[in-house]
């Protein structure tokens, strides 16, 4: 008995250990890189007030742009294109919380929003073109506005 957990055991750290590492909301800056390379973008940076932006601009259209706050830390992330990015990688540590989490009510399937304490998600679709942003409450620097999450 004691075997088998022990071979179960290490069977789920080996694979654990084998898979990808996401990156977007809740990594550090250096996980902008295999956010670029997983679009297969180019990146550009600017800087305001210690927030940086990094834009990444997707071979298949979609635009990224991943905020970085003074601490190091991916605190929201934006896109916008004529696909979805994938938000697993650009949720990152947060994507199962917002599988889990029950959608805010719509008036249409053109909009969809996730609420919870620790991420805030919000998505739709107009004319073909997708749009969101998504943004961890507790990561927002002091002085930094959603509203300039765009």
Not at 92 to 97: A, E, K, V
């Amino acid at each position: 008995m004691k075997l088998s957990r022990w071979l179960i055991s290490w069977i789920v750290l080996a694979f654990g250990l084998g898979a990808p590492a996401f990156a977007g909301l809740g990594g550090d800056v250096t996980s902008v890189e295999a956010d670029r390379a997983s679009l297969k973008g180019t990146v550009r940076m600017s800087a305001k007030a210690g927030v940086s932006m990094h834009e990444i601009q997707g071979a298949s259209g979609v635009l990224v742009h991943e905020y970085v706050g003074p601490d190091g830390q991916v605190f929201a992330v934006t896109w916008r294109g004529p696909g979805l990015p994938d938000l697993r990688q650009m949720l990152g540590s947060y994507y199962p919380q917002v599988q889990q989490a029950p959608s805010a009510p719509h008036y249409n399937h053109h909009h969809w929003s996730v609420r919870t304490p620790l991420v805030v998600v919000e998505s739709s679709t107009h004319l073909r073109t997708f749009l969101g942003r998504a943004w961890a409450p507790a990561l927002l620097p002091q002085n930094f506005s959603v509203d300039d999450i765009n």
